[in-house]
Nanobody
Framework: VQLQASGGGLVPDGGSLRLSCAAS????????MTWYRQAPGKERELVAS???????NYADSVKGRFTISRGADKNTVFLQMNNLKPDDTAVYSC?????????????WGQGTQVTVSS
């Protein structure tokens, strides 16, 4: 089982990026997928999440600028980031989570660096 995050890079203030998190090794269509970010010297924070039923949730700081979505195969999740600001600079990571009668299943992908220049 693997989560592979990609799409990070260096963009100017006001630019856009689209992050992808590709899951493999099993089906993730019943999982809640979440993007987190962590900036240097700061705690990790939730950016956006999407449930298996496509219910989305966003941090207040990104509402109206970021959009989380799933691919048709349900094993890929995207984070479209528009109007990026220097404060969005961080390492972005994805997580897949499912709670069943067996307990919690949780998988993390490696991070992808997003840098927004002022």
């Amino acid at each position: 089982v693997q989560l592979q995050a990609s799409g990070g890079g260096l963009v100017p203030d006001g630019g856009s990026l689209r992050l992808s998190c590709a899951a493999s090794g099993r089906t993730f269509k019943f999982f809640t997928m979440t993007w987190y970010r962590q900036a240097p010297g700061k705690e990790r924070e939730l950016v956006a999440s999407i449930t298996s039923g496509d219910v989305t949730n966003y941090a207040d700081s990104v509402k109206g600028r970021f959009t989380i979505s799933r691919g048709a195969d349900k094993n890929t999740v995207f984070l479209q980031m528009n109007n990026l600001k220097p404060d969005d600079t961080a390492v972005y990571s994805c997580k897949a989570e499912e709670v069943t009668f067996r307990g919690l299943s949780e998988y993390w992908g490696q991070g992808t660096q997003v840098t927004v220049s002022s």
